[in-house]
């Protein structure tokens, strides 16, 4: 490539990246600070970016200078703003999982993918006493929070603000459509976590052992309506709000990682997990585009329990609630 193809092309990555209501050239003109006219000449190319307006553009709207000059080859180029325990804030991470979950929305075509090797995080604020417990182990055991460190755990410690947060991301997932990927295996690990602090005492209340049991089955009890519909339900009573169609399938057998794909327009972003709770995401297309023939291919080899297959869903749902009483029923 020339250097005009290529700062043509880095336009290109631009506009796939935008939203459907946002203008290439609006959007370039605030990012580089100049007229839209000046704008409009670098897109079509006749006026030369130089260094630091590619810069610009390449950090707002996270593109790899190198895919766009095509010299990447075989590499894939990821951004993960991990959590660092000690400088962690909860609550903006909150505010950075809302603000994704808008971005998604902003797209007029728009599904999102997610292999579920845990309980979605979205589906987690649903239900308040599970998001308090998942509030609590995250903070004491991976972040090793110093102000959680001697604490038990309570049911009332879990802040409002959190909750109310908490309760907008799971809004906004329950307004966009998606497919999940579930196994019976997706329930472990929070039963494991909760069964541990069982175990060893660190449940301030007796009560709360069985009350978190009971928000895990409260969840699932929600998720089998909604597979039975084939739409999620809004939980906040907004009038506005358009329930997000749902597919569901479970497999077994083949089940990976928490990956999460977003499809949004004719762009791709993919969310692969890592140290348990952090993700790094890609723009690359070629990538999302394998990811999303590799989900194709799953679903085809998964059995789908959203709208069809009533016997399927049923036996799916029945064993995670027979597991979880078989827990409720050792207290």
């Known amino acids: 490539m020339d250097a005009k193809q290529i700062q043509i092309e880095l336009f290109n990555q631009v506009k796939l990246r935008l939203p459907a209501n946002l203008s290439l050239v609006d959007s370039v003109a605030a990012v580089l600070s100049c007229s839209t006219d000046s704008a409009y000449r670098r897109i079509r190319g ?56 808008k971005y998604f929305h902003s797209f ?73 990927f579930w196994s019976i295996e997706s329930l472990s690990s929070v039963l494991r976590q909760i069964d541990f602090f069982y175990d060893t005492g660190s449940f301030k209340n007796k009560d709360d052992a069985a009350i978190a049991y009971n928000s895990v089955k409260q969840l699932m009890t929600s998720i089998e309506k909604e597979c039975a519909a084939g739409v999620k339900q809004p939980i906040l009573g907004n009038a506005d709000a358009v329930p997000g169609d749902y597919d569901v399938f479970i497999n077994e057998v083949l089940l990976g990682a928490n990956t999460i794909l977003a499809v949004l327009g004719s762009s791709r972003m993919v969310f692969l997990n890592h140290s348990v709770f952090n993700y790094a995401f890609t723009n690359d297309l070629q990538f999302g585009l ?13 059995t789908q329990i959203s709208k069809v297959s009533e016997m399927e869903r049923k036996a799916f749902f029945n064993a995670a609630y027979k597991i979880i009483d078989d827990r409720i029923s050792r207290l």
């Open 46 to 101: 006749e006026k030369p970016l130089d260094l630091q307006e590619a810069r610009l553009l390449s950090d707002y709207f996270n593109i790899s200078i190198d895919a766009v000059m095509g010299t990447l080859g075989s590499r894939i180029i990821f951004t993960s703003n991990h959590v660092a325990a000690a400088e962690y804030n909860f609550a903006d991470y909150q505010f950075g999982v809302l603000k994704s979950l």
């Open 108 to 180: 007029e075509e728009k599904r999102l993918y997610y292999e579920c090797k845990d309980i979605p995080i979205f589906h987690l604020y649903e239900v308040k006493e599970l998001a308090a417990f998942k509030y609590f182990f995250w903070h004491k055991y991976l972040f090793q929070h110093e102000a959680f460190r001697h604490q038990m755990f309570s049911m009332d410690s879990y802040p409002d603000e959190l909750y109310e947060t908490g309760l907008q991301i799971a809004e906004q997932y329950k307004t966009l459509p998606s497919t999940e």
């Open 290 to 302: 394998y990811i999303e023939g590799f989900l194709n291919n799953l679903a085809n080899s998964s």
